[in-house]
C-alpha cells in the first residue's frame, strides 16, 4: 500500500539544452527512487512525449496543464495513490537534490508540530519541491502558487494559517545553461547529469 507518492514535475526549459533536461529529469527520477518509504510517479505538461522519459516500468504518468499550480501538480499525484496519506512533488531541474532533503518535507507533516504543507524553496525564487498532507487542507486547494512563480513562498505564507506551513532548506535549481555551476561536485548521486556536462 503507497503511503507516500513523490511525483516529478517537468517543465519546459527553453534556456537548458534538450539533453541536459533530459539527463536532469533521469536523475531526479533516481533520487526520488532512492527516498525510502515513497513510490514515484512522473507530471508532465500536456503536449509532453512521455514515451521519452527515462521512468521505471510501471510508473504512473499523470497530465497537468504548462505552469500548473502546486495543488493542481498535488491533485494528479494523489489520484495514482488513493491509500496515499502525503504526496510531494520535485522540480525535474535538480539533479543534486539530497533525498533528505524529501525526507525533511515529509517529516515536518508528522510533526510535531505537524503542518499542512512543507515547502523547499529555490535560491533563485520559485520551489524545488513541496509536500503535503491528504486530504489537501482548503487553503492548501484554494493557493493559487506555482513552482516557477518568484514569489512562491511569499504567497504561501500570506495564504498559510499560524503553523500550516514548514518552510524547509532552500536548493538551486537550473533553469539556464550557466546555473550548472552551482552543481556540487563533492555530492553523491546525479550521474546523468555529471555525464553530460563531461
Excluded: C
Aim: proline fraction near 10%.
Amino acid at each position: 500500500m503507497t503511503q507516500r507518492r513523490v511525483g516529478v514535475l517537468v517543465a519546459s526549459a527553453p534556456a537548458v539544452p534538450e539533453e541536459l533536461r533530459q539527463a536532469m529529469l533521469s536523475d531526479v527520477i533516481d533520487l526520488v527512487a532512492d527516498t525510502p518509504h515513497v513510490d514515484s510517479a512522473l507530471v508532465v505538461p500536456s503536449g509532453y512525449d512521455a514515451g521519452a522519459a527515462p521512468i521505471w516500468p510501471g510508473t504512473p504518468v499523470v497530465v497537468v496543464p504548462e505552469a500548473a499550480r502546486v495543488v493542481t501538480a498535488f491533485q494528479a499525484v494523489a489520484a495514482t495513490a488513493p491509500d496515499a496519506v502525503a504526496v510531494a512533488v520535485v522540480v525535474a531541474d535538480v539533479p543534486d537534490l539530497p533525498t533528505l532533503l524529501i525526507g525533511k518535507l515529509f517529516s515536518a507533516l508528522a510533526g510535531p508540530p505537524s503542518a499542512a504543507l512543507a515547502v523547499s524553496p529555490a535560491e533563485a525564487g520559485g520551489l524545488v519541491a513541496a509536500a503535503a498532507t491528504l486530504p489537501l487542507a482548503a487553503w492548501v486547494q484554494a493557493a493559487t502558487t506555482g513552482f516557477n512563480d518568484a514569489d512562491a513562498l511569499d504567497d504561501l505564507r500570506r495564504a498559510a494559517p499560524p503553523r500550516a506551513l514548514s518552510v524547509g532548506p532552500g536548493w538551486h535549481r537550473i533553469r539556464e545553461a550557466g546555473d550548472t555551476a552551482r552543481l556540487d561536485p563533492e555530492l553523491e548521486g546525479w550521474e546523468a547529469t555529471r555525464s553530460y556536462l563531461g
